[in-house]
């Protein structure tokens, strides 16, 4: 199986910056694409940011401009700079990873998710 863990979440204020880190591991043979989930109170689950195996990347109108999404495949690794926080980013970020494991059957993983708080 595919462990999917989320980390760097946090308390900041607005117009502050956190980093995300979410590191896939287990028997894998191949990722294509790994994105970024937020859910914040009272809402339904929405798309911050999305990167494929060669590097194209998406965002919400929302975050467009001050979130950057990138990827370190030799680590398995997905990051999410965000800077200029706004009480609106507040939220569980989720992490996403789909690919393919070492039994040729594919994949599609979350992780448990890692709190972002924007307040002052």
């Known amino acids: 199986q595919v462990q999917v863990v989320e980390s760097g979440g946090g308390l900041v204020q607005p117009g502050g910056s956190l980093r995300l880190s979410c590191a896939a591991s287990?028997?894998?043979?191949?990722?294509?694409?790994m994105g970024w989930y937020r859910q914040a109170p009272g809402k339904q689950r929405e798309l911050v940011a999305t990167i494929t195996n060669g590097g194209t990347t998406g965002y919400a109108d929302s975050v467009k401009g001050r979130f950057t999404i990138s990827r370190d495949n030799a680590k398995n690794t997905v990051f999410l700079q965000m800077n200029s926080l706004k009480p609106d980013d507040t939220g569980v970020y989720y992490c996403?990873?789909?690919?393919?494991?070492?039994?040729?059957?594919?994949?599609?993983?979350w992780g448990q998710g890692t709190q972002v708080t924007v307040s002052s």
């Open positions: 996403n990873v789909k690919g393919i494991i070492a039994t040729m059957r594919p994949f599609n993983y």
């Open positions: 287990g028997s894998i043979y191949n990722i294509y694409d």
